[in-house]
């Protein structure tokens, strides 16, 4: 999956995302070894690869990687948080761009609710917000914007709205954003824990501390951030892009979280990536997530 991104992002991103240098979070309860030799067709001083501190991925796992990534030390004038599993399928320097210019920290609107699932969805997200608002001393923002999956992933009225709350998968920022969120997520996503466990804290934390520094945002469209696992026409309509680039050759960053038609699954080995490689039936927007990643294989020699 990292090379698929950082190969993808070499071939379809623009000439910002090109220079970026990707500095790959890697966490696991065991001793720091060499990882160097498994990523040998990398540009040589353009990728670098940060173990994330033993104690503290034993201690939290998923969440103490999306944690180190924020204390990376970095004098680029942006920073982008990626996960593994995108592909790049076109130019987004503009987004890159307007959050420089604007200072803003770019997103696309979770696609639930973090609260709606098991005994949590007996309560409101607006009662939960306010709670893990108040554990972090802090008042509760107001509610203004709608999940992105509302009416095709949930139609749970109460769970419906949400504030600045982001999918992990694609977030930009200027750097000094970075490093003030650097300053307090560790205990934000204690005050979440205070209030619930969750497998998104660190999803809800980040909405702590962006309200917590008072940082500016916006949102991105969905052709930036593209879930691969619900059903391509329906998810357009609910985010229809206001420049009306809604077709599947529109999409700019594929994001194949999930058990989607496409997914992790398929990037475990090289038996399930060939199977993947030359698979024929699939939807439209998987079809063009295939046609860009078998381009991608075909200029990146020994991927497949």
């Not at 920022?173 to 560790?186: D, K, N, T, Y």
């Not at 500016?216 to 052709?223: E, K, L, S, Y």
């Not at 090289?270 to 993947?276: N, R, T």
Request: with cysteine.
């Amino acid at each position: 999956m990292t090379r698929v991104l950082v190969e993808s992002l070499k071939r379809f991103g623009g000439p910002i995302a090109r220079d970026a240098h990707v500095v790959l979070s890697v966490g696991a309860d065991e001793v720091p070894r060499d990882l160097s030799p498994h990523f040998s067709w990398a540009d040589p001083g353009r990728l670098s690869i940060r173990w994330v501190d033993r104690h503290l991925f034993r201690e939290t796992e998923y969440d103490g990687t999306g944690l180190d990534r924020y204390w990376v030390e970095s004098n680029a004038d942006l920073v982008a948080m990626m996960d593994a599993d995108i592909l790049i399928a076109g130019d987004f320097d503009d987004v890159l761009s307007r959050a420089f210019s604007e200072q803003l920290t770019l997103g696309f609107i979770a696609h639930v609710s973090p609260f709606q699932s098991g005994l949590s969805a007996e309560t409101s997200s607006t009662e939960w917000w306010k709670q893990v608002f108040a554990s972090a001393g802090l008042e509760c923002p107001e509610l203004g914007y709608q999940h992105t999956g509302w009416g095709l992933m949930s139609s749970l009225t109460e769970h419906r709205l949400c504030p600045y709350y982001l999918n992990y998968g694609f977030v930009v920022s200027p750097r000094w954003h970075v490093e003030q969120v650097a300053r307090s997520l560790q205990e934000d996503i204690r005050a979440v824990d205070r209030c619930l466990e969750s497998w998104a804290k660190s999803q809800i934390a980040l909405t702590v501390s962006m309200y917590r520094h008072d940082l500016a945002f916006d949102t991105i469209g969905i052709r930036d951030n593209f879930p691969l696992h619900v059903d391509a026409s329906r998810i357009r309509e609910l985010n229809p892009d206001p420049d009306g680039l809604d077709a599947d050759e529109d999409v700019r960053i594929f994001h194949y979280l999930g058990h989607g038609e496409v997914n992790k699954d398929h990037f475990d080995n090289v038996e399930s990536f060939a199977k993947l490689l030359g698979r024929s039936q699939t939807t439209s927007a998987a079809g063009v997530f295939l046609k860009k990643l078998r381009e991608v294989v075909h200029h990146s020699p020994g991927l497949a």
